[in-house]
């Protein structure tokens, strides 16, 4: 039996711990929890030996075994290699983001007492409180009250020992940092079944059949007649929130319940929660499934699933125009993945788009569907991934992280919108979602489908060179038309009004008359808040916040038409998340010339209640959308029709299916093509396309404003003729000329410190480094100031690499990180980012 085995822990260290195994080993991708550094970890075991250490290194023993068997099969845990390798990120994080159990381990802080502690309690014992202390008396009782609570020498929980002694959070952390305790994190195992009580009437009290006779009733009052009689009204069972819920209503106190479970006449049971998948269908409309296909979906679906026949790993870039029903391409091949056994993983790219593809695919499979994404509760999330680890569900929707879920027999991965920035991670890991997909349908042997109608320009090259094959699907359903795009010159709007106005007169105008004709209008304002920048119109100082070198953008709709800002309305910083009230005066000069210049879609909302009195107005972006149901019962509201003025963010431009929908306005997506990122234009064009396309999806054509400031940049030409391969000939010679994707590889490295000394000397010692090393053909650029300096209250300098072999630059990349180590520059300390979709 091995006597050792090698665990990933998540921690930033680029290696792997070994542990002493007491008693039965376990597997490797096993759960176990271990001691490090203080605390007690959970990881994953990668290897299991009987290699023993080097004499002298000590070996701690595993504590616990959480598996039996492995939680992470084989092609999962060579998956997790590869991304470790591919990203340069710690294998040990890379797992904690594989497994979305969290919920089953319970993490909690306890205490013990030092030596010195003991020390401190003797003396005061002997001499009573110090008077040198700079705690009041009765925090210094506190401490005493805690050290005297640990002199056994036990260890105790954070909660225990607070509700024992007194003591507050604080006082005890002050007591580590003067080391009079020690602090442990702990993890324990714990029960994530997600249960609910349902209270059921005892046997033979329950509704009989017509003729038969009950058990006798002993004499009861009026409100335990109540109860019994609405058990008795839904045939003896209900949950008892439900039941609670309903005698709340008719002034039933709650005690009651627990009387008759007292007098046995109601027993509670715990029962497994039903989890709701969500959904939202379109009123009158067919469920996807039910569409017949058309020509060209047909022979797109054809050639899917010819390649799943043969099998083997088939990659397919699926281009398809808004509107040309990829949907229900995806439907048919996940219904012949499940005909022939096998199970199918759809990824989407927002949480978003979950409701209405979760209820499309509850209609269409029942209940063989799973919903796995960041906005389930952690029970939720442990739920589904241990029904489809069992094979309980073969269909799987999910955003970037369900490309991890543990399917069984695999037989189909498509991944929707496969152009869109979600999928990168944006902490480390910092995989792509769309790229590890593509990879594990190599390491499984298995077809995968990759669909858009605005291709990454990464995935059109793949295709262009034949490692994907191209399937193209250019005309919409029904042959309905794309939409018209007209161009709306803001300059020229200027110069004939004399005036910055949000909405140009062509759009108000083309607004209402669409309103007027019963039909549905959706305009995108790609910014949240209300105005995203608060100035001083005497020194030109802007309100910046604290954390983050950001404007902070005002959240809250002022009153009158001077734009004046009013003391103590919020101002939001959308990086940290820190607020603070709109000052009475200018910080620097103490002007109270305060202004909002920028407009958000808060404002946009509120305009187009004053141009439109009549409209019934939706708003969707991250302040109105904080969860799932959020989206849902909005999505329900304006697919029957309660909403016929939607304004929003990008989150209105993707995957949506709105039949009523006519006009589409575009508001400052221009914007964009100013930032210092090489993808801005792909960018812009991807969001116009997809914006576009959510105008004429029904039998009424559509059409599409766009206020722009760059009528003649050429994203904007080709997104208002639908041109994409246009738009792709003409980006691709720049990205050409400048070396960069899909022409090269790159990697954005970022040097971070919360000390700005610090991250300048580290990005220093980097930058002599690379200019004194040679580099196989691999380009730097840097150290520069990254372009948000500070975020955080974290210093960030970055170098940006760039080189014509991959191989080359993850060579290059981990010599870099070994001469960190050497220089003392922490791991945590270096953010690499290898295919970086943002520079920022």
Excluded at 392 to 404: I, K, N
Excluded at 462 to 478: D, H, T
């Amino acid at each position: 039996m091995p006597s050792f085995c090698d665990v990933a822990l998540p921690v930033p260290l680029d290696q792997v711990f070994t542990y002493e195994v007491n008693g039965a080993a376990p597997v490797v991708g096993a759960r176990v929890l271990v001691p490090f550094s203080g605390q007690r970890l959970m990881g994953v075991v990668v290897r299991v030996h009987e290699d023993a250490p080097a004499e002298g290194i000590e070996i701690r023993p595993v504590q616990q075994v959480l598996d039996d068997g492995a939680v992470l099969p084989d092609e999962l845990m060579e998956l997790a290699r590869w991304i470790a390798a591919y990203y340069v990120a710690p294998l040990g994080e890379v797992l904690r983001g594989m497994l979305p159990l969290a919920a089953e381990v319970k993490r909690h802080f306890s205490y013990r007492i030092t030596e010195a502690g003991r020390k401190v309690l003797y003396e005061g014992a002997a001499k009573g409180a110090s008077r040198r202390s700079k705690l009041s008396a009765e925090d210094q009782n506190w401490e005493y009250s805690v050290l005297n609570y640990l002199e056994g020498g036990e260890t105790a929980k954070m909660s225990a020992l607070r509700s024992a002694t007194g003591a507050n959070k604080a006082l005890l952390e002050g007591m580590a940092r003067k080391r009079w305790l020690v602090r442990e994190a702990v993890a324990e195992e714990r029960d994530a079944r997600r249960l609910e009580k349902v209270a059921v009437l005892e046997q033979g009290l329950e509704p009989k059949a017509e003729g038969e006779e009950g058990k006798r009733l002993p004499k009861l009052n009026e409100n335990q007649l109540v109860v019994m009689a609405e058990l008795a009204a839904v045939g003896g069972r209900m949950r008892v929130r439900d039941l609670r819920a309903s005698l709340a209503r008719m002034g039933v106190p709650d005690s009651t319940l627990g009387t008759l479970v007292r007098r046995e006449l109601v027993r509670m049971e715990e029962v497994p929660e039903a989890f709701h998948v969500g959904g939202v269908h379109g009123h009158g409309k067919k469920h996807t499934h039910e569409h017949a296909l058309n020509e060209a979906q047909m022979e797109a679906l054809g050639t899917v699933v010819a390649a799943m026949d043969k099998g083997g790993f088939r990659p397919h870039l699926l281009y398809g125009v808004t509107g040309s029903g990829k949907t229900a391409v995806y439907f048919a091949a996940m219904q012949r993945a499940l005909d022939a056994g096998r199970s199918s993983l759809l990824l989407v790219p927002e949480i978003g788009l979950t409701p209405a593809m979760a209820g499309q695919l509850v209609a269409a499979f029942e209940g063989e569907v799973a919903l796995l994404h960041s906005q389930l509760t952690p029970d939720e999330r442990a739920e589904q991934w241990h029904r489809i680890r069992r094979g309980e569900a073969r269909v799987v929707v999910g955003t970037r992280s369900a490309v991890f879920a543990p399917m069984v027999n695999l037989g189909l991965i498509i991944v929707d919108e496969e152009h869109d920035g979600s999928y990168k991670q944006e902490e480390t890991p910092r995989y792509h979602g769309r790229d590890v997909a593509v990879m594990r349908a190599k390491l499984q042997d298995t077809v995968v489908v990759l669909g858009s109608a605005t291709p990454s320009l990464e995935s059109w090259a793949n295709a262009e060179k034949g490692r994907y094959a191209l399937v193209e699907m250019r005309q919409r359903v029904m042959d309905r038309p794309l939409p018209v795009v007209e161009l709306v010159d803001m300059r020229e709007e200027f110069r004939e009004t004399g005036q910055e106005q949000l909405f140009s007169r062509k759009l108000v105008e083309e607004t209402q008359a669409t309103l007027d004709r019963g039909e549905q209008v959706i305009l995108l304002l790609n910014r949240r808040g209300y105005s995203s920048v608060v100035m001083c119109r005497s020194c030109g100082e802007k309100i910046e916040c604290e954390n983050c070198a950001v404007s902070m953008t005002y959240h809250k709709p002022v009153s009158g038409d001077d734009a004046i800002a009013q003391p103590g309305q919020r101002l939001e910083c959308h990086y940290c998340g820190s607020r603070r009230a709109v000052p009475s005066k200018c910080p620097k000069c103490e002007s109270e010339h305060l202004y909002f210049l920028g407009a958000g879609s808060q404002q946009g909302e509120e305009r187009l209640q004053e141009l439109f009195p009549a409209a019934r107005i939706g708003r969707m972006d991250r302040d109105t959308v904080r969860g799932r149901a959020d989206m849902e019962r909005l999505l329900a509201r304006l697919h029957g029709g309660e909403i016929n003025l939607l304004v929003g963010t990008q989150m209105i431009a993707k995957g949506h299916d709105i039949h009523g929908v006519t006009l589409v306005g575009v508001v400052g997506a221009d914007l964009q093509l100013g930032l210092p990122d090489f993808r801005a234009a792909e960018r812009v064009f991807q969001l116009l396309t997809q914006v576009s396309g959510r105008a004429g999806r029904g039998e009424l054509p559509g059409k599409v404003l766009v206020q722009t400031y760059h009528p003649d940049h050429y994203a904007i030409q080709f997104a208002a003729t639908h041109d994409y391969p246009g738009f792709v000939t003409k980006e691709m010679q720049y990205r050409r000329w400048m070396h960069y994707p899909p022409f090269a590889v790159l990697a954005n490295v970022i040097v971070q410190s919360e000390k700005l000394e610090e991250a300048l000397g580290w990005s220093s010692a980097l930058g002599r480094w690379f200019q004194k090393t040679h580099l196989e053909k691999v380009r730097v650029l840097g150290p520069a100031a990254a372009p948000i300096v500070r975020l955080k209250r974290i210093y960030r300098y970055h170098f940006v690499l760039k080189a014509e072999k991959r191989q080359a630059l993850g060579e290059t990349l981990r010599r870099m990180l070994h001469f960190a180590e050497t220089q003392g520059i922490a791991r945590r300390n270096l953010v690499v980012d290898v295919d970086a979709v943002h520079l920022m």
